[in-house]
C-alpha cells in the first residue's frame, strides 16, 4: 500500500512541487489567454481504475479499541459491558494482536460491526505538505483500515454465515469506514479553503478502500460503507465546527440500523445522505 502509494500519489507531489517554479515561469512568459498545455501544465496520468464511480466495472472481483484516551478508559470504568482494547492502527503488528484479543473476548461468536474511526489531519497545503507527512496520514487514515478489515474479516464472515438475515445490514456483519467529504474529489472546491492535502488524499482513498471492500465483501454477506460524520466540534474539528459530537454522534446512530445493500460501497453524511464521490 505504503509503495504504490510514495510511487503513484507522493510522487506527482513531490514533482509538481519541484519544478512550480518553472512552470510558473512559463505562465509569466506566456502571452495565451486561459489555460492550455502549451501554456503551463500539470498531468497527472492517472487511470480508469483511480475512478471510485467506475470501480464496479473495472474490478473483477461492542469492543473498543483506543491508543492512550483517558475519556474512553473512564466510560468503561462506568459502563463494566464495554470492552477496551489497545491498539495503534499505524501498527500492523497491533492490529492482528488485538484481533487476537476480540477473537477470544468474543468467545466462538462473530464480530457484527467494525466502525474505523481513528483518523489524523496536518494543516498543510501543496505547498508545505512533504512526503513524510503525506505518507504518515495514508498510514493511518487508508492503510489502517484497510489492515483492520483484513484482520477481523474471518470475525466478520463468522457473524455474517451465523445471520438468519437476507441482504445486507449492520446488524448481520459490517465495515464503517469513518471518512470525509474532504475526500470526495466532486466537492473539494467547496471546501478547498482548507487545503489539507494529506487528509484528503489519505481520504480520498479511503473512500476508494471502501468501495473495493463492497465488491469483495458483499458475497460474505458484509456491508461495507464510508460515513462523513460532518463538521464535529472535537478536536480535530475545533469548536468552530457545525455540530456538537452528541448531534454527530445521534445521527450516525440512526443512519446505521436503515444501511442495506443498496448503501454498500458508498459515502454518507451523518443524515444518511449520499455524498458524491
Ligand atoms: N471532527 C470533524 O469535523 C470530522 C469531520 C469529518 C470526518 N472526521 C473523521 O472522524 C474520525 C474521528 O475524528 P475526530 O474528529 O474524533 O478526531 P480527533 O478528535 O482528532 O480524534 C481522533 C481519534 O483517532 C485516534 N487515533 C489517531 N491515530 C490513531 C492511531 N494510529 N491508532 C489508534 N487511534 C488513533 C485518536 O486517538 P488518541 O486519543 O489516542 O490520539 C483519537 O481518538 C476521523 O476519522 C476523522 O477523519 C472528523
Known amino acids: 500500500m505504503i509503495r504504490a502509494y510514495r510511487t503513484n500519489a507522493v510522487g506527482p507531489l513531490l514533482m509538481a512541487q519541484a519544478f ?29 481504475m483511480g475512478s471510485i464511480q467506475k470501480t464496479s466495472e473495472s474490478f473483477f472481483k461492542p469492543v473498543i479499541s483506543y491508543r ?85 474479516l474471518p470475525l466478520l464472515k463468522k457473524a455474517a454465515q451465523n ?6 445490514s449492520c446488524s448481520k456483519a459490517a465495515i464503517i469506514n469513518i471518512s470525509t467529504v474532504m475526500g470526495s474529489i466532486q466537492k473539494t472546491s467547496e471546501s478547498f479553503f482548507k487545503p489539507v492535502i494529506s487528509y484528503r488524499c489519505s481520504k ?39 455540530l456538537t459530537v452528541d448531534t454527530s454522534v445521534r445521527g450516525l446512530l440512526s443512519v446505521l440500523p436503515v444501511l442495506s445493500e443498496k448503501h454498500s460501497g458508498n459515502l454518507l453524511n451523518w443524515e444518511g445522505k449520499v455524498i458524491p464521490w
Not at 473512564?74 to 484481533?99: E, G, Q, T, Y
Not at 473476548?105 to 501543496?126: D, H, P
Open 20 to 48: 512550480l517554479p518553472l512552470l510558473k515561469k512559463a505562465a509569466q512568459n506566456s502571452t495565451e489567454k486561459g489555460l492550455s498545455c502549451s501554456k503551463a501544465a500539470i498531468i497527472n496520468i492517472s487511470t480508469v
Open 204 to 242: 480520498a482513498a479511503l473512500n476508494m478502500l471502501t468501495k473495493c471492500q463492497a465488491l469483495t465483501y458483499g458475497e460474505a454477506g458484509i456491508l461495507c460503507v464510508a460515513l462523513h460524520p460532518g463538521w464535529v466540534k472535537t478536536d480535530m474539528g475545533s469548536q468552530e465546527a457545525d
Open 68 to 152: 492512550c484516551s483517558k475519556e474512553l478508559r473512564d466510560l468503561a470504568s462506568r459502563h463494566p459491558n464495554l470492552v477496551l482494547v489497545k491498539l495503534d492502527v499505524a501498527n500492523p503488528s497491533a492490529i492482528a494482536d488485538a484481533a487476537k484479543i476480540v477473537e477470544g473476548k468474543l468467545k466462538g461468536a462473530g464480530l457484527n460491526l467494525l466502525i474505523n474511526n481513528a483518523g489524523i489531519y496536518a494543516q498543510v497545503s501543496l505547498e508545505t505538505v512533504d512526503s513524510e507527512e503525506m505518507i504518515r496520514a495514508y498510514r493511518t487514515n487508508a492503510v489502517g483500515p484497510l489492515l483492520m478489515a483484513q484482520a477481523f
Open 163 to 168: 445471520s438468519t438475515e437476507k441482504g445486507l
